[in-house]
């Protein structure tokens, strides 16, 4: 049985780049549809934004879905990072040594 998801998101294109907009709870029951989602991302646009200002809580299996997208998205020439990270989401990623290259620049192609 699935448990209701929760967390939501939206996708915004502009060019090509995409912003990913994450809002609610994020944790390992939903980082593996968020890793789907960031990877297809990747696919489709040169530059992606995930913006987690209404993040209200991740864990270290949304940590390693970013990490393995950006790492991704970088392999193919392309960029990937978090932008306008909640409180709660630059704590955690502050803590865990990885804030600033998951919020590095993404602004350019």
């Known amino acids: 049985m699935n448990p209701e998801p929760t967390w939501q998101h939206q996708i ?3 060019g090509n780049r995409k912003t ?3 809002s609610g709870e994020i944790d390992m029951q939903g980082a593996a549809r968020l890793q789907n989602l960031l990877h297809a991302a990747v696919r489709a646009a040169d530059v992606v934004q995930v913006d987690t ?3 209200s809580f991740i864990d270290s299996s949304v940590i390693s879905a970013l990490v393995v997208a950006r790492n991704t998205a970088a392999r193919a020439g392309r960029r990937l990072a978090v932008v306008n990270p909640s409180p709660q989401v630059h704590r955690v990623l502050d ?3 990885v804030l600033d290259s998951l919020t590095a620049d993404s602004s350019r192609p």
């Open 12 to 14: 915004h294109a502009n």
């Open 20 to 22: 990913v907009v994450l």
């Open 53 to 55: 200002a209404e993040v």
């Open 95 to 97: 803590v865990t040594g």
